[in-house]
């Protein structure tokens, strides 16, 4: 796990570095185009947003580990500010001005547009993507029951599922069988997704009165396979 999460920080650094760069240099990329084939460059600045892309990818498959449904948000969020940084940057070195106009590329230019549009652009995107990554941890949090476990006042206990009654969208109540610290036999009714349908569960209880269903949760472990029909 440490050797992960220093691979998931050297991404990270990677992507912002390489955003950067994509943004700092941008007033210096040319673009060459030639009849229907399209348009060429060979500067690294140009090249820069593929490169992010594709570090990204790799932090993003890095670094689920950790974030869970928050590592999309959280990828595209940390791009974008690394592009803002460099624009930033390029002004405050004198190499644009924020009504310059100039090309941003992708994998080709997608438009000529000045510095404080581009800016705007990207700060949506940041927070688009930081939306994203709220919304995804809010959710992972929810189905892991991660915050209810690391408190100690809470147990953990393999669990079995039985039943389902539809409650809302995919959400419905289930009874949740399970043996506590002392080995009694408890069934607790709790709300649940659908998908925890189909995995190994943890319940996660209160030691002290483990039969009450308001002080009992359903968590679904990230990383374990899904249970055999």
């Not at 393999?158 to 039943?163: F, I, K, S, V």
Request: hydrophobic content about 50%.
């Amino acid at each position: 796990m440490a050797l992960r999460g220093l691979a998931c920080a050297l991404l990270a650094w990677q992507v912002w570095l390489v955003w950067h760069a994509s943004t700092y240099d941008a007033s210096a990329v040319r673009w060459s185009c030639y009849g229907r084939g399209g348009c060429g460059n060979g500067q690294w600045a140009a090249l820069a947003p593929e490169f992010g892309i594709g570090a990204g990818l790799l932090l993003g498959f890095a670094a689920a580990r950790f974030l869970h449904r928050a590592t999309a948000g959280a990828v595209i969020a940390l791009s974008a500010l690394g592009a803002v940084s460099g624009w930033y940057d390029a002004v405050a070195d004198g190499r644009v001005a924020y009504a310059t106009v100039t090309d941003f590329t992708l994998v080709a230019p997608v438009g000529r547009q000045s510095v404080a549009t581009w800016l705007a652009f990207l700060w949506s995107v940041a927070a688009a993507g930081s939306l994203a990554a709220a919304w995804g941890a809010a959710v992972s949090l929810r189905r892991t029951a991660a915050l209810r476990r690391l408190r100690g006042s809470f147990a953990t206990a393999d669990a079995r599922l039985d039943g389902w009654r539809p409650v809302r969208g995919r959400r419905g109540e289930v009874t949740a069988v399970f043996h506590d610290r002392t080995g009694a036999r408890h069934e607790v009714p709790v709300v649940v997704d659908r998908a925890a349908l189909d995995r190994p569960v943890l319940a996660v209880y209160d030691p002290v009165r483990p039969a009450d269903p308001r002080r009992t949760r359903v968590a679904v472990p990230r990383g374990k396979p899904p249970r055999s029909p």
